[in-house]
């Protein structure tokens, strides 16, 4: 699933559950991807990207059900990404929540924290 960018603050219609081997990406190079992991409870939710450092321009992706082999899992999508240091947030929220790293030929992976999961 390709990142959106655009000025509009709208929530957009987001497809039906994923199979296995449905998200293409275009890595190689110095563009790699990134996958975020997050609760269900974050399913549908705009998160938004930003190279660390730079403004926040729009860019984001859709949080979507992901059906892989026996399991469930919530996911959104970069497909290609320049080579470095990220910052991610829940579209219109004003703090990022996670910081990662994408190095080029390759797909990180980062699990959104879920609130639910840390001690009282």
Request: no cysteine.
């Amino acid at each position: 699933m390709a990142a959106h960018t655009t000025g509009h603050d709208h929530r957009e219609v987001v497809p039906g559950p994923s199979g296995e081997a449905s998200v293409v990406l275009d890595i190689g190079g110095d563009r790699g991807a990134a996958v975020l992991f997050t609760p269900e409870a974050l399913e549908g939710m705009e998160i938004e990207i930003r190279p660390v450092g730079q403004p926040w321009d729009g860019t984001h992706t859709a949080v979507r059900r992901r059906d892989v082999r026996s399991s469930t899992r919530y996911a959104g999508v970069f497909g290609s990404l320049p080579g470095g240091r990220y910052e991610l947030r829940v579209r219109g929220e004003t703090a990022p929540v996670v910081t990662m790293s994408v190095t080029g030929g390759t797909v990180a992976q980062v699990i959104w924290p879920d609130p639910a999961a840390r001690p009282a």
